[in-house]
């Protein structure tokens, strides 16, 4: 599929943005309780380490998954689809072929 075949109206931008805007706050809400839970845990210096390298891979898959794009935004949401972070239902809105583009993309 190539990118040029979506064409997102104003409206469906400002729809699939703000789904973006709902999952990045929600997965970085719970890194930020996984960090807590777990940061009073560690007791050894390798244990910070641990902390800094999990949380300097956490960033890089972050600052990644969101790309806000015109030409990546249908890949951007059917990835957050297949890894459980937006939901159908997130996209409500949306033209019913972009729904099903996005849908069929997050299924692959």
Known sequence: ???ADVQ???EEKQIAKAALR???E???EALIDSIRNNA???S???EVWQLHDFLSAKRHAIDGRYDERD???MFTLSSLIKDGLLTKADLT???AGTQAKINLLARM
Do not use: C, P
């Open 1 to 3: 599929m190539q990118q």
């Open 8 to 10: 997102w109206s104003d």
């Open 22 to 24: 709902r999952a990045y």
């Open 26 to 28: 929600q997965e970085v």
């Open 40 to 42: 009073s845990k560690i």
């Open 44 to 46: 050894r210096l390798e």
């Open 71 to 73: 030409d990546f935004l």
């Open 93 to 95: 809105g949306l033209t």
